[in-house]
């Protein structure tokens, strides 16, 4: 019988963190560069009797949510500033905490003082920390990420380069989703910047939430979820009926 127990509660612990994770990504199905993610055990804890054959081990969860790189669809907008990262790379921006880490959202703007931000309010990071963007008349972001302009003040059209927004590749890393929605390595430390990465201007990346995947694993997770517990029932029936048994002997 522990055995089906081990099973019921192994089961539903994993059903909570699905429950949770897929509510999230259908609230954000819509939200500009969102990735779904998942959850990994980082350890066993042992059930039952100490010491005993029929001690069971159920996964232990991290509590970190790890990204899925896959990309969303390319939605065009036709704006200078926004801007989609291609294929495993992600931007980086600053927190509200002051550290560096990432984003895949692309929909920048300049605020008052003149600073590169996205649409969040968090600031956009280049090779050398925040960029500041000159007054200027007309303004375009590059493949390479490179921010040009045409001052207010200047003769004719020649672009000038202000910043490159620093792109990282993320392949082959693990990166955690933050309560504030950015993403940041397991490690703690800063990726550093590669030229593979490019961007798409006057575009924007969308979620790589399928809906349609999403609303399959709710329904889905309900059933397991009354699977279970039936076999809570039925462990606690069994149980029942073996004290009668020895009651009566």
Known sequence: ???????????????DVARI?????IANAN???????FSQAAGFKDIGVKGSQSARAIPVLSGDNVMKLKPGA???????LDVAVSGKGVLSVQSSDGKEVYTRRGDLKINQSGVLENGKGQLVLGEGGAITIPPSRHLEINSRGDILIIPADAVGNNL??????????????????????LYETMDGTSLEASKNIAVTSGALEGSNVSIV????????????????????????????ASAGVLSAE
């Open 1 to 15: 019988m522990d055995k089906m127990i081990y099973t019921v509660m192994s089961g539903l612990q994993m059903l």
């Open 74 to 80: 390319l939605i065009s907008t036709g704006r200078n």
């Open 213 to 240: 995947g999403a609303m399959t694993k709710m329904i889905q997770g309900s059933r397991d979820y009354e699977m279970f517990i039936r076999m809570l029932k039925q462990a606690k029936e069994v149980d029942s």
């Open 160 to 181: 000038q380069a202000v910043g490159r927004l620093k792109l990282s590749d993320a392949e082959g890393k693990s990166l955690r989703i933050r309560p504030d929605g």
């Open 31 to 37: 939200t500009i560069g969102f990735k779904a993610s």
């Open 21 to 25: 994770n897929n509510a999230n990504e």
